[in-house]
């Protein structure tokens, strides 16, 4: 029946994938990434990043967005909105400014008013803060840190509640925080504080991109969706996928299912767990080759769109 529609009868909101704009004249590609009953949930994996959405400063382009945005409401897909502050994909104007703490606070207030206006109520959830942490627990070190402190985050949400409508969950979203361990121990310790003092946040992604032997537990991933839960805060796997080492193996892709099933069945068995997000469902497009040399295969659909045995474990489960 599609993978969203059995998710949704285990309890879930979604089963849905990111859909990125280098493959948009695939056809094939497009009529998957678009159906409902397999993915019920659409993110952008690019086109809403800064870098595109505002290339020059206060000039602000959507076509990319857009691109996936529109069909996937057609569609009646959910869409997960992502990212306004994160430090990658900053263009050059950001990076390379000379700014104060007032000048560049202006920009991130101007650049998260603009993106959640035009996205009013078109987002199901947006990340809010991408990837603040490090894995000790300290906050990165990017120029929003450096230049506004930390107060950066929560400026950040603060901003995303008053601009985007009432209903859109604001996250925080990272990745390696899908084990109890000093960094998610962090992240829940913000949200905490934050909730004590009123600062809007509803939810907190678990980005989950996990390599083929080194991947969490259904215990731990369990575990650490707990201490969101306990919380009360809503979570997600935002961005899943499971790289491979190459060369690929009918054994390697067996392991690989297991992770997928894992940690999707954490989400189903969580309760403020609302659904499991793809880091794109098509071997071809995953960022893994390019960012990670020597893995790949990390999706549910191999080169020629046929379904690997992680597909259909996950089918299984559900
Ligand atoms: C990745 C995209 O998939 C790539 O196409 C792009 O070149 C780099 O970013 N964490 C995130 C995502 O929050 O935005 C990243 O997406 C993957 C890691």
Redesign the pocket.
């Known amino acids: 029946p599609g993978l969203d529609i059995l998710a949704k009868r285990a309890g879930l909101l979604y089963f849905g994938t990111?859909i990125?704009n280098v493959v948009l004249n695939n056809t094939a590609y497009v009529s998957i990434a678009h159906n409902v009953s397999e993915f019920g949930q659409a993110t952008p994996?690019?086109g809403q990043?800064w870098m595109y959405i505002e290339p020059q400063q206060n000039v602000f382009n959507y076509s990319m967005a857009d691109a996936i945005m529109k069909p996937a409401k057609e569609a009646g897909q959910m869409r997960r909105c992502?990212?306004f502050a994160?430090h990658?994909?900053l263009p050059d104007w950001v990076n390379n400014g000379n700014w104060t703490k007032e000048t560049l606070t202006a920009v991130l207030e101007n650049h998260i008013k603009n993106e959640a206006q035009y996205f009013k109520d078109d987002c199901y959830a947006w990340d809010v803060v991408?990837?603040a942490f490090e894995d000790d627990g300290s906050l990165r070190n990017s120029i929003w840190l450096q230049v506004m402190g930390p107060e950066y985050i929560e400026l950040a949400f603060k901003w995303a509640r008053q601009y985007t409508g009432n209903g859109t969950r604001l996250y925080y979203?990272d990745?390696g925080i899908e084990r109890v361990n000093n960094k998610s121990l962090a992240v829940a310790e913000m949200a905490k504080d934050f909730i004590a003092r009123d600062i809007p946040i509803d939810g907190v992604g678990l980005?989950a991109?996990f390599t083929v032997g080194r991947a969490p537990t259904y215990d731990e991933v369990s575990a650490a969706l707990t201490l969101f839960d306990d919380l009360k805060l809503e979570t997600a796997l935002t961005?899943l996928d499971v790289r491979i080492l190459l060369p690929d193996s009918p054994e390697k892709q067996e392991l690989q299912a297991e992770v997928y099933t894992n940690a999707t069945k954490a989400c189903v068995d969580v309760a403020e767990c609302v659904g499991v997000t793809v880091?794109?469902f098509w071997d071809p497009v995953s960022?893994v080759p390019?960012?990670f040399p020597g893995y790949g295969n990390a999706c549910l659909l191999d080169d020629d769109l046929q379904r690997k045995p992680a597909y259909y474990a996950i089918e299984k489960m559900l």
């Open positions: 990111a990125d994996s690019n990043k992502h990212t994160w990658s994909q991408n990837e979203n990745y980005q991109h961005e880091w794109d960022w390019e960012s």
